[in-house]
């Protein structure tokens, strides 16, 4: 079954801390794999998409990496305004399209 | 820039009631998507549609769920006879046709309550 863990659940940190947050995924092969980033109450807002390991995004603060078992969204010099709750989402090839989720790492950054 | 968009932010209902949930997706996007979030858990996969018919549902789609897209630019998901265990944030996404690697865009979400 094709399976999403993020870690860790919640993180602090103060500004200026750099930091990163895991995404483990277990599919049956591998067409993208998505960050978003969600605030509360309103709906993900899409960040990176990877395909295939060894692959890295950028922008502004956070970098998206990827292996063949996991996949790490690195926040350097983190403010405020990043905290937020951060998905993972995985893209099969036996799925028509469906995004499987993580739970998410809440993220507070203090000043 | 563009975006989806979602009607209404907030919609309470009582039990055994029907409801409509209202979503516009971006206009080029060809391929449309129901997820919820019940509160504290996962952005579960309701339903996908493209071309005007059903491409992939859950579990969760069962007989009480549909969905429609009853003009150009709307998609609305319909729950028949709404259950206390449906109270839940529902989003709408889309995407465009560029082969499957493509991002989904999501909206800002309805929040269902089931009174």
């Known amino acids: 079954e094709d399976q999403v863990t993020q870690s860790p659940e919640a993180l602090r940190l103060q500004e200026g801390e750099s930091s990163s947050l895991n995404c483990s995924y277990t599919v049956s092969g591998l067409r993208g794999l998505f960050w978003y980033r969600q605030d509360p109450g309103k709906g993900p807002e899409f960040l990176f998409t990877l395909y295939s390991a060894g692959e890295e995004k950028e922008k502004e603060r956070l970098k998206a990496t990827l292996t063949k078992k996991e996949s790490f969204l690195h926040i350097t010099a983190p403010k405020p305004e990043d905290s937020a709750t951060y998905l993972c989402?995985?893209?099969?090839?036996?799925?028509?399209?469906?995004?499987?989720f993580g739970q998410g790492t809440e993220l507070s950054v203090k000043p | 820039e563009p975006e989806v968009t979602q009607t209404p932010s907030h919609q309470v209902t009582q039990m055994g009631q029907e409801v409509i949930l209202r979503c516009v997706p971006i206009s080029n996007h060809l391929y449309f998507y129901w997820y919820r979030q019940i509160l504290g858990q996962k952005v579960e996969f309701l339903v996908s549609?493209?071309?005007?018919?059903?491409?992939?549902k859950s579990e969760i789609f069962d007989d009480q769920f549909s969905v429609e897209r009853p003009d150009g630019s709307n998609f609305t998901l319909k729950i028949r006879s709404t259950k206390l265990e449906d109270s839940a944030m529902y989003f709408c996404a889309s995407r465009w046709d560029r082969g499957d690697y493509n991002e989904q865009f999501f909206g800002p979400g309805t929040r269902l309550t089931v009174l």
């Open positions: 549609f493209y071309n005007n018919e059903i491409s992939e």
């Open positions: 989402a995985v893209l099969g090839y036996n799925q028509g399209g469906k995004l499987i």
